[in-house]
Nanobody, 125 residues
Framework: QVQLVESGGGLVQAGGSLRLSCAASGRTFTIYAKGWFRQAPGKEREFVAAINWSGGRTSYADSVKGRFTISRDNANNTLYLQMDSLKPEDTAVYYC??????????????????WGQGTQVTVSS
């Protein structure tokens, strides 16, 4: 089993920045690609960004491209999401996800096997 724990969420004004972290523990040698999803009230969970094991390939949702940056530190089993120029529509619970495959092209939540508990991000206007 793999455990994922997110941190770094909070309240920020529009135009501000936040950095989310996701610490992995357990059988981390079984996971390859990692990603971030988010879910706003009344909406489905949506893809935000993904990164392959080496960090050489990344993928972003169009809505966050150019504002968010995903990165990972394999030595410390930690995933990051740097969020800049935040907008009120970025308000959601953000979830860390991990996959047993090394693809960054899987944008469906059903394609990801391990999930964290989520961290709330609220952007005020």
């Amino acid at each position: 089993q793999v455990q994922l724990v997110e941190s770094g969420g909070g309240l920020v004004q529009a135009g501000g920045s936040l950095r989310l972290s996701c610490a992995a523990s357990g059988r981390t040698f079984t996971i390859y690609a990692k990603g971030w999803f988010r879910q706003a009230p009344g909406k489905e969970r949506e893809f935000v960004a993904a990164i392959n094991w080496s960090g050489g390939r990344t993928s972003y949702a169009d809505s966050v491209k150019g504002r968010f940056t995903i990165s990972r530190d394999n030595a410390n089993n930690t995933l990051y999401l740097q969020m800049d120029s935040l907008k009120p529509e970025d308000t959601a619970v953000y979830y860390c996800a991990a996959s047993q495959f090394n693809s960054v092209d899987s944008r469906s939540a059903n394609s990801w096997f391990y999930w964290g508990q989520g961290t709330q991000v609220t952007v005020s206007s």
